[in-house]
DNA sequence: GCGAAGTGTGGCAACGATTCCACACCGCGT
DNA sequence: ACGCGGTGTGGAATCGTTGCCACACTTCGC
């Protein structure tokens, strides 16, 4: 545990220290190939009483490989992501990975300038919740395997970890109609990806189930964030007034209906109901509790690590595969009948 | 744009292509060093063509220091630490460094290990929050910079980004106090730290300029998570049916304080007055909303990876240097006369 | 007693990019 | 003509580790 001077020690420090050729030094510790046991012993003494840490750099560009992945996300401060991130890295720690997480907050540039440094740093395998095909495309055109998780791209020719979004929404939406909501609006702040589209999906169809016809101007679209969702709300609100439940499409949504149903003091659900796509903490805090769609996204996360791994060791070739996850509809307080 | 069949295009192949030699080349790209402009272009149309990266890794061996910032955090599910991260992950970004992120749940032996590689990586430097003193020491020792943030170790010696946990506790006790509070209780998970020391420290200063005594049974120290703050709150309240407030430490507390009071069917704040420690956006999605002392997270990341950087760059130098950033007491609906 | 198989070990060439360094060429002032 | 400074280029060493290969020595079995 003596810390050496100013420079770290070299593995040729250790085998000087030792009294072994550098080879054997890296066989002894590495335990590739033979090595006496008393040299290793000897080597092993030497390593710790310099305080040697072997250089991963070097390693990597001797083995053609690192140990990191790729983590492209939209934004850590999303519990949503944050969780998937946990998911995820507690899967890659545990096989020996780290995860270097790039923030792409949204946008597509950087999101590519994301991908590109990740690319230079020779990651063996990456994550991603993608915003364009043009990042992926980048990726696996250099061979380096992509799960794509959240949400997939059309063209994608990776593999991809999902949530049947048009399952749990069209789960929570039949929930509604059953309790006799005919006017349900439909928030959503994307309609780009698979997720957003997706709900939109299950919500349409749980109404053709139930012989609703479907009315476009019930769907607000908003821009990101839960300002713009509490005010576009607010809009769906003054221009439906026969509106009787809400669906949020996703927790950041719900976070600016939820606002300004409160700031319009309308009671929950004596005046409206409302549930919403991705379950978090907050909606079980709040009175009455949020029925809400509860997506595993840990296990989302870790599942795409999973992936990444098998990809990454060759254990799993060939065809992209998708992996879908079921959500799974809570009912709680916020929903009563029409 | 061109994908070169299987192995990546080096800076070899680039510099054949545009006729140079790899010096040359690594000139004309990198721009250290002389370069005619032709030659440059030269290069540089035959790099896009290739669609050549660079190599990070050999070119951190070469250089002997990489882009790559450790973080270590306690886990990333807690919507402080992600939100942390992203603060360190947007100025990192900005500087072109790269965030790889060990979640060490608060474990001693997961940190000291994710240190372990974090030096193996060769990283120019690191932010953790602190769980061990080994951990800063294992870095400091290797000459790498290390930055606490949120906490710091007593023995330290490293700079440190901190919150004035204790003016910030002071303030929102002696807002209870100063409403005529007299028992109020406190629930904390840990006083390991500075985190809980220190609010408890301002808990306990607050009392004293009011000249009320110090009850140490009024101090519930839980296990982690919000389920034991539940059940300590419990306990709390039952062992003191005289208590007429709660001060919970920091949002995961606060959270299981939050659903023992829903539990219990206690109104908030005709039967008790609460505070929390660490504003989080659920805390105004609640009815009534809770008052709260607000800590500037994203600013506590973000300062902290000005600082890291600063070290790197040996732009700052010599003493150990500790930032403080002060918090903000919110008072919303949740405490009122006692 | 001799090849073969099994143990160990050190030398050396990579991995891919980056610098020194030497050198070459040009123009220009003396 | 000569030297000199400014441009530009290629050669070669280097970063720290690994792994192939050659070689040495031991131990057997026949």
Redesign the pocket.
């Known amino acids: 545990m003596t810390a050496t001077g100013k ?2 020690a ?3 420090d250790v085998a000087k220290a030792a ?6 030094a ?2 002894a ?2 335990g ?5 046991a ?2 290793k012993k000897r080597v092993l003494a030497a390593a710790t009483s310099l305080g ?1 840490v ?2 991963d750099i ?2 990597s ?4 490989t690192s140990r990191l992945v790729g983590v492209v996300i939209s934004d850590l401060r999303n519990p949503f992501y944050a969780d998937l991130a946990a998911g995820i890295e507690e899967v890659l720690g545990a096989a020996g990975f780290q995860m270097v997480v790039v923030n792409d907050d949204g946008d597509t540039d950087r999101e590519l300038a994301g991908v590109r440094t990740l690319l230079a740093m020779r990651v063996p395998g990456t994550i991603v919740t993608p915003l364009s095909a043009a990042a992926g495309a980048l990726l696996t055109g250099q061979g380096v395997p992509v799960v794509e998780v959240d949400r997939q791209m059309a063209e994608s020719q990776c593999d991809a970890v999902l949530v049947d979004s048009s399952h749990g929404a069209r789960e929570a939406t039949a929930h509604l109609l059953e309790l006799g909501h005919r006017r349900v609006g439909f928030v959503v702040d994307e309609l780009e990806w698979t997720t957003g589209v997706g709900r939109l999906d299950g919500y349409r169809r749980a109404l053709r189930d139930a012989r609703v016809r479907y009315d476009s101007t019930l769907v607000a679209r908003v821009g990101f964030g839960a300002g713009n969702a509490a005010a576009a709300t607010g809009e769906l609100l003054d221009r439906h007034p026969d509106l009787t439940a809400i669906f949020a499409a996703n927790n950041v949504v719900a976070e600016g209906v939820w606002q300004e149903l409160q700031r319009r003091r309308l009671r929950v659900p004596a005046d409206l109901s409302l549930v919403a796509f991705d379950d978090q903490p907050w909606m079980t805090m709040v009175e009455p509790a949020v029925s809400a769609v509860r997506q595993p996204v840990v296990r989302l996360g870790a599942k795409a690590a999973e992936l990444v791994l098998a990809r990454m060791s060759g254990e799993l070739t060939g065809e992209p595969r998708t992996v879908w996850l079921e959500p799974e509809f809570i009912r709680r307080a916020s929903t009563r009948e029409a």
């Open positions: 420079r770290r070299t593995i040729g009294g072994v050729s550098p080879s054997t890296s066989r510790l590495t590739h190939g033979y090595a006496a008393s040299v040697y072997p250089d070097a390693r560009l001797k083995r053609r």
